[in-house]
């Protein structure tokens, strides 16, 4: 499966951005999906996934509360709504995929994922 993340851009302290991440060359909907970031010289770093129902999700403590991950199956696509973004929120977002036998599971390290999307830029402004 390949993965196209879009949405990015810079924003104003406090503003929103909605991330996409789009998958393609095949059926989307047994994938558990991730989002991390990565900024210079630091560890990719989680940001929330989603199970491939839908129906579980989890959230870094620092994003948990303005995140939101959702996903529309049937459009073969992961959202991320960013809310009250701030300063340190700027960094490259990627999506990841992993094919997943349980609705109900969701992973939060990297090491779990097989597929990557290049990332979308996200920089928020003071």
């Known amino acids: 499966v390949q993965l196209q993340a879009s949405g990015g851009g810079l924003v104003q302290a406090g503003g929103s951005l909605r991330l996409s991440c789009a998958a393609s060359g095949r059926t989307f909907n047994n994938y558990a999906v991730g989002w991390f970031r990565q900024v210079p010289g630091m560890e990719r770093e989680f940001v929330a996934a989603i199970s491939w129902s839908g129906g579980s999700t989890f959230y870094a403590d620092s994003m948990r509360g303005r995140f939101t991950i959702s996903r529309d199956n049937a459009k073969n696509t992961v959202y991320l709504q960013m809310n009250s973004l701030k300063p340190e929120d700027t960094a490259v977002y990627h999506c990841?995929?992993?094919?997943?036998?349980?609705?109900?599971?969701?992973?939060?390290?990297?090491?779990?994922?097989?597929?990557w999307g290049q990332g979308t830029q996200v920089t928020v402004s003071s």
């Open positions: 990841a995929a992993v094919p997943s036998s349980y609705r109900s599971w969701y992973y939060t390290s990297k090491y779990d994922y097989q597929y």
